[in-house]
């Protein structure tokens, strides 16, 4: 069994280290106030046990509270408060460096929370390393002087979360979505280059992916782009390619009929865009970022976002080579075809092209395809989307949703200073998420013991509390000049603002939203009803649940201005914190607090044997009540060979609900080639990746790509995250 240590290494777990701590708390009392050997090693051989049964590697702290438990339990008050008294010194040494250890630990790489904080980022490397340090200061900085006591205190006993506390100390936002069409069509400056307006598809793309590499190391949220801004530039690209291939006709001194010329013009003009798709797939792959990841960025594909017929067709050939391209996979280190994780697809199913015989059916089949394959695109229904939305946008990174557009129609007018600009039409790109803050629910279900009159009175405190942590973000923001991100505020990815000009404007009125958060619906529903909350007599109590929180945001929206929205969160570390802290304050409470992840948001909880369609269904009623972002999502075998079942579901989602995917696995071992799934086994009290072959438990020698939040991981995950995973029964 091992456990983690303070400084996030992780280390065997060793019983003589608690018979030692007691012992040295037991010699220093008075002879008839010690406890006797046995009962020493008995409260030893009790901590061990309860240990084992977390079915996860307990902490250092935990560890020490367990012991305090039974010393007080066995009626030896004097011994109990000895070995307090030196948990306490030993606290007060600690608090007066709080960073220098775990930093330390990062550099040599033993930091086990660290490993696996994000899934989509390798511990190992230089700049991983250097972003990992820098927010450990920031942690350190924001935790001592930046936040109120009470918020602090709150996040660190996991009732609520501060998202992002590596990134507060400095004065950036979450997420967003990018005004490509600006930049590409106005200019852009990047690095104090002038970049004008570019005169091919293929310069264009190399220059979208300049732009996503320099906005990810201005943020530290998901990022979309939408393929139709780069549309326009194939009709640019068609008529550079026309001119020349009527300048080598002419050399050759032939007459070509107009037929030939468009077969080779269209034929050289795919070629084109197949190489600019390439740029962007393997760019995003492999730039890094300054936080020491591949940009974490979405790309949309919507066929009606196009704004002439001419451009649609050109939209939907671009859409095609995506999908081609990423159905085909990029190649790892032994050549080998494998998934990568980004950029995240996210696909429109619409009028025409969601049924068999529509004009553009042939790429939901193509869509399909890649799903069953590479686990993506996603999808997002456009019937459902103007019903509840009254637009259709993409979502920012994996999940969080902009709130529809209410400044345009308010006549606020261009207070962005956009180029593309137009009048009286709502305004999605360019706007962004300012941050988040989650409530835990089933701690304040915990906390209330099962008394609903207490629920509400404690769910209405935390409410609060997390209202004072968003505003605490609004504030971080508020000041902040133009010059601390010029590609994001001055040169067009979100605003054209003069240098040395607030952003504050666009933090107000609905330019930005700012995300209430919430996380473990499904267990605090169990808790306060004794049921799941798909049982029709507990549903209509997680609906109040959810009707509360965005009663809430509407309260603080109004009275502030300030776009609340509720989200919900995309827990990936946070899930394995929160339920280690359920743990800790509450103990084992069998259906509640007995794993060692809490489930996301609304969802159906993983081992729930519910349906496809049933779960969509359901979930679609809670996603609407989730305006600030949410995702649905189906676990299901390999579908490869079964795509008409693929498009079921395709056509279920566009009549049924916003935004879902579908989670199928993309595995290959690389000591054996084994590429069917990668297992999850114990050893030791710890959860591993083993391939089922050869028995290979090297991470560094497989590849493991799995839905874990909305977004693909392909890093590991932590403990918490992995008997998720596990855990997961499939529903189709």
Known sequence: MKILKRNGSEVTFDITKIIAAISKANNVVDEDLRMTNTQIHRIADTVEKACVELGRSPSVEEIQDMVEEQIMAHGAYEVAKRYITYRYTRSLVRQSNTTDDKILTLIECNNEEAKQENSNKNPVVNSTQRDYMAGEVSRDITARLLLPQDIVEAHEEGIIHFHDTDYYAQHMHNCDLVNLEDMLQNGTVITDTLIERPHSFATACNIATQIVAQVASNQYGGQSISLAHLAPFVQVSREKIRAVVRDEISTLGVIPTSEQVDEIVEKRLREEIRRGVQTIQYQVVTLLTTNGQAPFVTVFMYLNEAKSEREKKDLAIIIEETLLQRYEGVKNEQGIWVTPAFPKLIYVLEEDNVEEGTPYYYLTELAAKCTARRMVPDYISEKKMLELKGDVYTCMGCRSFLTPDRFTDAGVGNIANAGNYEPGKHKYYGRFNQGVVTINLPDVALSSGGNLEKFWKIFDERLELCHRALRCRHERLKGTLSDAAPILWQYGALARLQKGEPIDKLLYGGYSTISLGYAGLYECVKYMTGKSHTDPSATPFALDVMQRMNDKCREWKQAENIDYSLYGTPLESTTYKFAKCLQKRFGIIEGITDKGYITNSYHVHVTEEIDAFTKLKFEAQFQHLSPGGAISYVEVPDMQNNLEAVLQVMRFIYDNIIYAELNTKSDYCQVCGWDGE???????????????????????????????????????????????????????
């Open 678 to 732: 990668i297992e999850i086994v114990e050893d030791d009290g710890k959860l591993i990746w083993r391939c089922p072959r050869c028995g290979n438990t090297d991470q560094d020698k497989m590849n493991v790509a799995r839905r874990t939040c909305g977004y693909i991981g392909t890093q590991f995950w932590n403990q918490g995250r992995t008997q998720e995973i596990k855990d997961r029964v499939l529903h189709l």
